[in-house]
């Protein structure tokens, strides 16, 4: 007996060995483009300039370049691609839906609202304003739009995730839950729109746009504990999720509480999703072109596939924003924008290529 599984044994530890070697070449290719990244911007900093710069032995102007700048935006950019991406694999695997997402739980839209709301209304105060941009720019409070953003898309999950409660928590009911729920936060972000300023309409809009470039130390340190938490949480559920691909019968008879683990997983991952869209805007697709990416690569096993998710997310974030930067004339385009045209092929390519089993 103990000859005949040798082989299996023997193929099981090459395999995971692989696995290994992927995700720290994928790191090492990560800290690679973090790295160049730094010296690339619509600044005309050369790369002595620039490298000068991360040691302060720049001019002033070319320091608070590299340091208030791009560095911020760097850092914003890891946190935030390794946690929409973890948050959508998080996604899929609870409700055994491939194509979920935080858009897809309306999660994305009720920030956009609560952003909006802000905007307009309150931080703003546009509706007091008007047309005045030196009203608007001596009373917006950019940290009480984030606020206000996480504040609704927690509300919106709650709302979905309660809803679905009342009757029966299935996979089903809580996408079904989130597009009606969206679509409501969708209707009511644009009468609220329609009621604004032409002022305040731009400044709606411009939020709506997934920009790294308002990122600081400060989000970017509030991000990263709450992604590193939610990440921390997902891995030490790994076994539970490779239970559940073998179906919630299986796993029940494992005793794993599959809709208390599926209610907790969402509510995590939808947390993880607000902050990062609260304080950087709508960054699309992240959540649904990674996980997939390596899932074809690894396979299931959220052991390997949690982290690799992760690493991939960031790569992924890092590499659109040094193209955003690059393509810009003189700023950087969205970065919510690049994503989207390189997400929607890949959608699609998805729809008609998926042969996957429906099941979690």
Known sequence: MVLSRTPLRTNYIRKTNAKVLFLCVSTAVLLICIFFSVFIGSSSMTFADTWHALFMNSSNAYNRIVWNIRIPRIIAAVIAGAGLSVAGL????????????????GVSN??????????????GGFLS????????TSSANPFATSVMA?????????????????NSFTPNSVVLAGIAIGSIWTAATTILQFFATDVGLS????WNFGDLGRATYKTDLIMAIVVVLGSIFFGLMSWRYNAMLSGENSAKTMGINVKALRFVSLLVASVITA????????????????????KRILGQDHRFLIPASIISGSLLLTLSDMLSRTLGSGSALPVGAITTMLGAPFFLYMIFTHREDSRC
């Open 90 to 105: 998080i996604m899929q695997s609870t409700l055994g839906n491939s194509m979920a997402s935080p858009s897809t739980l």
């Open 110 to 123: 009720a920030a956009v609202f609560g952003a909006n709301l802000s905007i307009i209304a309150f931080a």
């Open 129 to 136: 304003t008007g047309n005045n941009v030196n009203n608007y």
């Open 150 to 166: 996480f504040i609704f898309a927690t509300l919106s999950i709650l709302l979905i995730l309660g809803l679905c409660s009342f």
């Open 203 to 206: 400044a709606a809009v411009i």
């Open 275 to 294: 902050v990062c869209v609260s304080f950087l805007g709508v960054i699309g697709f992240i959540g649904i072109i990674c996980p997939h990416i390596m």
